[in-house]
């Protein structure tokens, strides 16, 4: 916390290979807040086994999928506090070519407007890289659906998914003009 007693600054910056432990740590430890309840509770209590695999996934991603950005918020001295990641749509998708694919933030750096921070500038980076329209999955559960309505998204639709044995839906919204979305 600053001298001033205000807010820490909050640094944004491409994830590198090195960051991987810290991802796949800030991952399992959010999924477990915010899918108790909702999510299996045999599936969640399965991914603290996770840790080495998870990160074993981070370093492959950060290493071949380059056309998947992941951008990370700093705080010190925490280090990094969460991520988003983006690419191409991952199924054939109401037209949706890019797909912002995972936004994950340490519960206590919630709501300070990280979290809307990162989405501007993943999907700044994938209409940078010719992505015309993105969406995003949310479980229809997530409260987490409130947050992409305040950042414009509209509802497209709901699908089944599975997770840890069991079918849960989830909605799907999309920024169908990303840059004007975002260009406030
Ligand atoms: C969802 C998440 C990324 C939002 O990030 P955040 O930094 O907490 O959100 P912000 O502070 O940037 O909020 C932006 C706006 O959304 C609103 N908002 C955020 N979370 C909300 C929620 N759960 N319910 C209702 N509104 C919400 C904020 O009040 C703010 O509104 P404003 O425009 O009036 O200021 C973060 O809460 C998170 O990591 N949650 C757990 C993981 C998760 O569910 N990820 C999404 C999986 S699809």
Do not use: C
Not at 37 to 44: A, S, Y
Not at 56 to 64: A, D, F, K, M, V
Request: glycine share 10%; no cysteine; proline share 8%.
């Amino acid at each position: 916390m600053p001298s001033d007693g205000g807010p820490e600054p909050v640094r944004y910056r491409r994830a590198v290979v090195a960051d991987a432990p810290r991802l796949a740590d800030i991952h399992i430890r959010t999924l477990l807040v915010t899918y108790r309840g909702i999510d299996p509770q045999e599936w969640l209590d399965s991914l603290r086994d996770q840790l080495r695999e998870r990160e074993e996934r981070w370093r492959s991603r950060l290493t071949e999928r380059t056309n998947e950005p992941v951008i990370v918020a700093v705080v010190e001295p925490a280090g990094i506090v969460g991520f988003a990641v983006g690419g191409p749509a991952r199924k054939p998708s109401y037209d949706y070519d890019g797909e912002l694919i995972s936004l994950y933030l340490l519960p206590e750096h919630q709501r300070r407007g990280i979290g809307r921070e990162l989405v501007r500038r993943l999907v700044g980076e994938l209409v940078g890289a010719g992505f015309e329209r993105v969406l995003v999955r949310v479980l229809t559960a997530n409260p987490a659906r409130r947050f992409y309505e305040r950042l414009g998204a509209y509802p497209i639709g709901t699908t089944q998914v599975e997770v840890g044995g069991a079918l849960l839906e989830e909605s799907l919204y999309g920024w169908p003009q990303p840059r004007e979305a975002f260009s406030g």
